[in-house]
């Protein structure tokens, strides 16, 4: 089993739209826990971390389940420049870094 | 510097050869961190320093890997031996603690012919 696994995508949707990005993961010692977002042929960045509680940032919402060891990204009003990979992060056993192979998203206009 | 800063940004190879790349990384950040990434795939873990010393090298595929940090500051991933499978890209990130969120460099594209 993969250490953390995400939906691929891609997901296509029209702008304004509303869209959930999924993660699972391994490892139950995980503490941190991020969103990273890649666009094509660049390096990824860090989007937001993600707390156990809930956090928001603007019209991004992320949520962490630890009993389920599940972590999801909502977009809300989708605009063409949210068009990326997102990258799914979770610390491992050494506090280095493991991610997931991303899921794809296309907003169209 | 400003950022993580990864030369050369593109290598082209011959299988067999030896290469090394280069991550220098933010100023004063402890941590660093070897990637490499295929396409549509998302970065895979290779080696983690913390300081000068190696706190995992856990992702390294084989013993053709090598990373070093002599000074705790810029760090070399060799790879001994190249292989058309080593074509990828590969990552560098610094963060001031292991754990918190990284900074990545832009990248060196490997290609091995």
């Known amino acids: 089993r993969k250490e953390v696994e995400q939906d691929p995508g891609p997901f296509n949707v029209p702008e304004g739209a509303t869209v959930a990005f999924n993660c699972t993961y391994s490892n139950s010692a995980s503490q941190s826990f991020f969103w990273y977002r890649q666009d094509c042929r660049k390096e990824p960045k860090l989007l937001m971390s993600v707390y156990s509680s809930g956090n928001e940032d603007g019209r991004f919402t992320a949520q962490l389940n630890r009993a389920s060891q599940y972590i999801s990204l909502l977009i809300r009003d989708s605009k063409l420049s949210d068009s990326a990979t997102y990258l799914c992060v979770v610390n491992g056993d050494n506090n280095d870094m493991r991610f997931g192979a991303g899921t794809r998203l296309t907003v169209k206009p | 510097g400003a950022g993580v800063s990864q030369t050369p940004s593109n290598k082209v190879t011959e299988k067999g050869k030896y290469v090394e790349l280069r991550c220098d990384p933010i100023s004063g950040h402890t941590a660093l961190y070897w990637y490499r990434q295929s396409l549509g795939q998302g970065p895979e873990f290779l080696i983690y320093?913390?300081?000068?010393?190696?706190?995992?090298d856990s992702g390294l595929p084989n013993d053709r890997f090598f990373a070093v940090r002599p000074e705790g500051s810029v760090s070399t991933l060799k790879i001994q031996r190249t292989e058309r499978g080593d074509s990828a890209v590969y990552l560098c990130?610094?963060?001031?603690?292991?754990?918190?969120?990284?900074?990545f460099g832009s990248g060196t594209r490997l290609t091995v012919v």
């Open positions: 320093f913390q300081g000068t010393g190696a706190a995992d």
């Open positions: 990130a610094s963060s001031p603690v292991g754990g918190a969120g990284y900074t």
